[in-house]
């Protein structure tokens, strides 16, 4: 099993930044797919982000050039840095774990709130 665990989130003006991060359990870290979600009250959950164990990522458009994602193996951290931050961008944000292809863990959510 494999335990994930966010924080970072809170209420930050618009144009602002915040950085998001993911502990996740488990000697493989460094194998495992980690990916940043979000999901808006009365919206679907959405993939805003994802870095493979080879380093690649991929974003979701509408956070492109300004969203970062990164990790650090040697510490089971993810990192999501968040920059020119958007009203549209306010939901909670789950951390996923992706240890093989058959599993999948989640996070608590940690809620981000973009508002003057």
């Known amino acids: 099993q494999v335990r994930v665990v966010e924080s970072g989130g809170g209420l930050v003006q618009p144009g602002g930044s915040l950085r998001l991060s993911c502990a996740a359990s488990?000697?493989?870290?460094?194998?495992?797919?980690m990916g940043w979600y979000r999901q808006a009250p009365g919206k679907e959950r959405e993939l805003v982000a994802r870095?493979?164990?080879?380093?690649?990522?991929d974003y979701v458009d509408s956070v492109k050039g300004r969203f970062t994602i990164s990790r650090d193996n040697a510490k089971n951290m993810v990192y999501l840095q968040m920059n020119s931050l958007k009203p549209e961008d306010t939901a909670v944000y789950y951390c996923?774990?992706?240890?093989?292809?058959?599993?999948?863990?989640w996070g608590q959510g940690t809620q981000v709130t973009v508002s003057s």
């Open positions: 488990g000697s493989a870290f460094r194998f495992y797919a």
């Open positions: 996923n774990a992706r240890p093989s292809a058959t599993s999948d863990y």
């Open positions: 870095i493979f164990s080879g380093g690649s990522t």
